[in-house]
């Protein structure tokens, strides 16, 4: 692919979410509050701040890691058993392999024991612990992980073979704070309420009957991700390594991670509280990109009406920059019309495309064609 070795899917949507308590912070008696995040927002004096409602990053991910294990088992691509679990403590030292890991380990090394796995992966250099992890985690790839090794005291020095750093991969998947559109905040368009619950007892005795009150929060959020598909299935600590196993599950794992980003942003899959709090939503717009060249294209924000032309006209530029070093696919969703402003294509700037789509599904299921168009399966 000559310096085309970058492949990112990068997407902005803006979601109206009525009634939701996707992300509490903490309890204050019997005050449960939503996170809040600081917005920097323009006015007439410049600019000032508004605490609004947020879900942090660390919540999509974790949603997102969770369907990712489901349908990564599905397709039969390697998962442990806290990763279909929901727990992403992700092979973090000696300690927490031991105790959760220990048998995936054992599988994805063909050792006979328990010790030997832990053995050899003491013996290892970085770049083959990184891929040992891959092999067994589909998770552990796509989500990234910091694993440490463990350190024992030494009473003198050795000319031993100097002790090994932490092994560490950077995640593919990565996620903005869900935030409300600026132009929403502006306008009055973000709010958070207490609601009143009550457990209530036959007979009404002290200290049976409890007053609640959680706070949720209505907006048009902002939701921002990004997949690096190139780092998918790869060793990054040293790309000179080539596993075959991992070269054959390369794609479907690149599909799996795109799978699992789908279902999170059409159907709002994120969050907690649903059992009494499922949002009410609905996905305004959508703006999805597929990019292959020497650096990550990633769209602008949908922060305000003009973020699918800002992100179009920015690819241009890129594109006239780096010449055909530089493809930029991007599809978009507008249920905004008449309000959100969409881009006027230049036809002769081939090496940047925008199609309008009738659906948000339709504009990822359209970047997932292009992408699976190029990366092919072996043989």
Known sequence: MADLHVQ???????ILVNAEA???????GNYTRHRKAPAVVPSEN????????????????H????????????????????DVQGFFMKFSDENIIKSYYVKDLVKALKAKDENEA???????????????????????????FLYMEKKEKKEKKTSEKEEKGPVKRTSAIRFAFLIPALDALITGGASLYPQLH????????????????VESGSALYTLTAQLVISDIGRVLMDPRISDEE????????????????TFLVDGVLFGAKRSRYMPQWDVRSILVAFSRGPVEYNVSPGLAKDYMVKSYERAVALAKSLGNNLIINLYGY?????YLQEPVVKPEVKNVTFEKTATPAEALSKAKEKIMSINKPLG
């Open 334 to 338: 507008n249920g905004e019309a008449g």
């Open 198 to 213: 009550v457990r209530y007892t036959p007979e009404a005795k002290e200290g049976e009957q409890v007053i609640i009150y």
């Open 63 to 82: 949603t997102y890691q969770a369907l990712l294990a489901k349908i990564a088992a599905q397709k039969g691509l390697p998962v442990t058993e806290m």
């Open 118 to 144: 832990l053995k050899k992966l003491k013996e290892m250099s970085p770049a083959d612990v990184e891929k040992t992890i891959l092999k067994t985690s589909v998770v552990a790839d796509v989500g990234g």
């Open 246 to 261: 991992l070269e054959k599950q390369r794609i479907s794992r690149v599909e799996a991670a795109i799978d699992a980003l």
């Open 8 to 14: 990112n899917l990068s997407l902005t949507a803006r």
């Open 46 to 61: 410049g600019y000032s701040i508004i605490y609004a409602p947020a879900v942090s990053g660390e919540s999509l991910a």
């Open 22 to 28: 996707l992300n509490m912070a903490e309890s204050v």
